[in-house]
């Protein structure tokens, strides 16, 4: 079926590098797409979203770009910081329904001191 | 001030029993959503009221049902519990075409 996928499932980053997190995806009827961030033990957390007719979405050091061509997703985060270590992850919706948010398998971001 | 609460955070029972977990939105949104997150982190819907009604009803053992007294409230009633349904349950709750907001998780452990 239609499916959410992480390219990489850990991602190990230096603190103060920049951090790029992908995900494709496989539904071309999908038109709305989200970043979270889970914390451990804690539910996941709005970090910015997208719609389909924006390729690119800035946010507080965060970006998001969508390449519908290649049913492409990356989240950039500028200048990582120790806090943002978390695993992060890709939702999809669309085609009709906002309200069924399809995830992907999720990325373990781990930022270095 | 916590916009999705819901209890318990812990739930640890024998296979068999029947439980609940409640959830409740402060946040004034109108669909409330049920998700399971597995110990691999995969996090998939299990169900969504809007307005009360059942919107999305995935393809979830009919030992599982939702009930949802009032727009801020799902709460999740599972019947035999059993050794698979041992995972991490999310509530989550959204206005239309805005993104959806997680509770914190019940973490259900079948002995």
């Known amino acids: 079926g239609e499916s959410v996928g992480l390219h990489l499932p850990t991602l190990s980053v230096q603190e103060g590098d920049n951090s790029i997190i992908n995900c494709a995806y496989s539904n071309s009827a999908s038109d709305y797409f989200i970043w979270y961030k889970q914390e451990s033990g804690k539910g996941p957390q709005f970090i910015i979203d997208?719609?389909?007719?924006?390729d690119k979405r800035q946010g507080q050091r965060v970006t998001v770009l969508l390449n519908k061509t290649v049913k492409h997703l990356s989240l950039q985060i500028a200048a990582t910081q120790p806090g943002v270590s978390a695993v992060y992850f890709c939702a999809e919706t669309g085609g009709g329904s906002n309200y069924k948010l399809t995830f992907g398998k999720g990325t373990l971001l781990t930022v270095n001191p | 001030d916590t916009a999705v609460s819901q209890t318990p955070k812990y739930l640890v029972t024998q296979m068999g029993n029947d439980k609940s977990i409640k959830c409740e939105q402060n946040?004034?949104?109108?669909?409330m959503y049920w998700y399971k997150q597995d110990s691999k982190k995969f996090l998939k819907i299990m169900f969504s009221?809007?307005?009360?009604?059942?919107?999305i009803n995935e393809t979830v053992p009919n030992r599982f049902s939702p009930k949802s007294p009032d727009k801020a409230h799902l709460n999740l009633h599972i019947n035999s519990l059993e050794l698979g349904d041992s995972a991490v349950y999310f509530c989550a709750s959204s206005l239309s075409n805005q993104p959806q907001h997680f509770g914190d998780g019940t973490r259900l452990s079948i002995l």
């Open positions: 946040l004034g949104h109108d669909t």
């Open positions: 009221y809007n307005n009360k009604e059942l919107i």
């Open positions: 997208i719609r389909s007719n924006m």
